[in-house]
């Protein structure tokens, strides 16, 4: 169980102790309490913050910064390539940042 658990928690995905429990039972079928869940995290030696959430805006800031008061856009298809340039290098900076590659929605 251990082992499933270590796991579970190598990914990508932002677990919680009721979804860890729930995800053992169905693997185990055995209940387990949230509680016992975090328990054992903390003798594994895992710790926990709560998730940060980062609102849309904050992106839009980021790359309205980077087009709006630096060029003037004579046309659509102008500022669809500005905001594509902006994007990228954002992805780019994000990229550096975190030291990961990001999924690209297409």
Known sequence: MTAY????????????????AEA??????????PGTVRRRLLALGYR??????????TVWRRVKGWLLPRRYYGSVEELRRGVEEALRKLQERLEREVGQSLCRAT
């Open 48 to 57: 926990w913050k709560r998730t940060r959430y980062v609102p849309v805006e």
């Open 24 to 33: 053992l039972e169905g693997r185990f079928f055995t209940r387990f309490h």
């Open 5 to 20: 658990l270590q796991e579970l928690l190598s990914g990508e995905r932002a677990w919680t102790a009721p979804l860890l």
